[in-house]
């Protein structure tokens, strides 16, 4: 936690409350002026990409590199969501239908008004801006209270707002831990995006449920990675690699099981095992990986490291030992039981389970037999296999031959399912999902049989009720 200030309920309040007047400035630019504002800001993030990745640096630990590429991926979905807000949410014409041909339909997506953005700490400018840039683009205000253990990342975004787009308060960030989390929750704004664990998800949909109010929850994961017996091995244990220990393995959507078909588990688990003993983490800017930002997520990934071990499963690289904090080495674990914690719960740590399956069909559902659903991999040589597995799969995101494959594609729409939340970011869905859909319809003649009045003929709804039956009796 660092010395940031504590905004307590007056001064979230507050905030809304100039966002409120914000937003109805920021509406009032339309299209073109808040494309111009998102891309002036876009300008800053990217000409002061090494301060802001500093800032992530010196608050998660994690390396330069790592910080750099956060900040590029965000850059180019705030880019996708300022270019395409109008196309996706302008007004347009949609066919009225046979019994409403008299009427020109029209829809329209209006922004709410005021969106509460609550952001997680592992991916401090990535995560949150999943939000905030669609949010914006869609023509809203956005109070953002960032992460307890990243609060200089959201200030510096929001003071480089102002900069960048001088006059109303269009997007604020106001600092503290949960309290101010839940403060915003009461606040009176008109969507709250939450991103973090599932257990604070459920306490931000019940806070937001006394007023009302629409939740998106982007919440943990424990994505699993198929392995096919024709798959290209090598690629397959690099991109499980990065997918587990990248990151330390705070990411959302990393790797935490691997299921692989019996005829590739040696030798895909050989390679992994191998490129696990040569990672190290560390503090240096070109470290493989970082240390654990949170102190209490070591003892979670001892927990589940220890578990596995006493129900039964093998440490291959690694084990207890490798939990040094505020350092966590690679841990491969194998064999392990399916009802041990390293593969129900979210482990968020340098940890990967590999397990044999007899086929793909017990891949799929091993991976599925989760109460989580964000994304999902699969390597396979055959395209078809690729297609039939990635449609089966429980999950909001599946990539082929890859990992994370969905997260520098701004028109995916990003989002899991059970546990992992509901409602979606990024993409056309992303714009909608800060938006107000308004249905318009304009009469342009009298109904050739009009049935909308109070003294509506009998004959009238004959003839009506012979078209209904021709038109659906059958068809
Ligand atoms: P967390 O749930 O501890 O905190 C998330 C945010 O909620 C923080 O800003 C916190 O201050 C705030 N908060 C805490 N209590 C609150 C309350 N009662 N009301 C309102 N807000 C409250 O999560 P975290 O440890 O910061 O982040 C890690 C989690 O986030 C992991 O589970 C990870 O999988 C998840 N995550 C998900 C995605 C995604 O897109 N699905 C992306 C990144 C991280």
Redesign the pocket.
Known sequence: MSTETVADQRVVEAAVDAARTAAGWWAGLGWDGRRRALLAWKRTLTTRVEELAGQIREETGKPHGDAVLEVMLAVEHLDWAARHARGVLRRRRVPSGLLAANQAASVGYEPLGVIGV??????PVY?PLGSISYALAAGNAVVF????HTPGVGRWLADRWAEAVPGPAVLQAVTG??EA??AL?RAGVDKIA????TA?GR??MA?CAETLTPVVV????KDALIVAADADLDAAARAAAFGSFGNAGQT?AGVERVYVEQAAYEPFLERLAELARATTPGEAPDARYGRMTTPTQAAIVAEHIGDALAKGGRAVVGGPDAVRPPFVDPVVLAEVPEDSLAVTE?T?GPTVVVNPVRDLDEAVARANASRYG?AASVFTGSRRTAVEVAERLRAGAVSVNAVLGFAAVPSLP?G?VGD??FGRIHGADGLREFSRAKSVTRQRFAAPIDLLRLDRQPAALHRAARLFQLRHGRG
């Open positions: 609550i952001g997680p700490w592992n991916y995560t209270k960032p992460s307890e831990g949960g989390g839940a929750c939450f991103t973090g664990s604070t306490k931000v806070a982007e919440a943990g994961g959302c979210e968020f964000l990003f899991g992992s939340g």
